[in-house]
């Protein structure tokens, strides 16, 4: 839950710690071993996606954003 976020464009990444590092553990080649999402699940390809890919027009007053965590 964010607070006092003002109007506008916004892009979300997040993960879940799974095992409480504080980091997005990876496999070989960077890929993540941890469940991960952007806001609009967007996904890039060999990499995360843009930000247009992954942006949110907030308005005003409170909204809910629902993003799906991946596990690959």
């Known amino acids: ?3 006092d976020v003002l109007p ?3 892009a979300i990444a997040f993960f879940q710690d799974e095992n409480g590092n504080g980091k997005l553990d990876t496999k070989r080649f960077g890929v993540p071993s941890e469940p991960f999402g952007f806001s609009r699940d967007a996904m890039g390809k060999l990499g ?3 930000f247009e890919a992954a942006a949110l027009d ?3 007053g409170p909204v809910s954003v629902v993003m799906n965590a991946k596990h690959l």
């Open 1 to 3: 839950m964010f607070g």
């Open 8 to 10: 506008g464009k916004y």
């Open 48 to 50: 995360p996606p843009s």
């Open 58 to 60: 907030l308005p005003a």
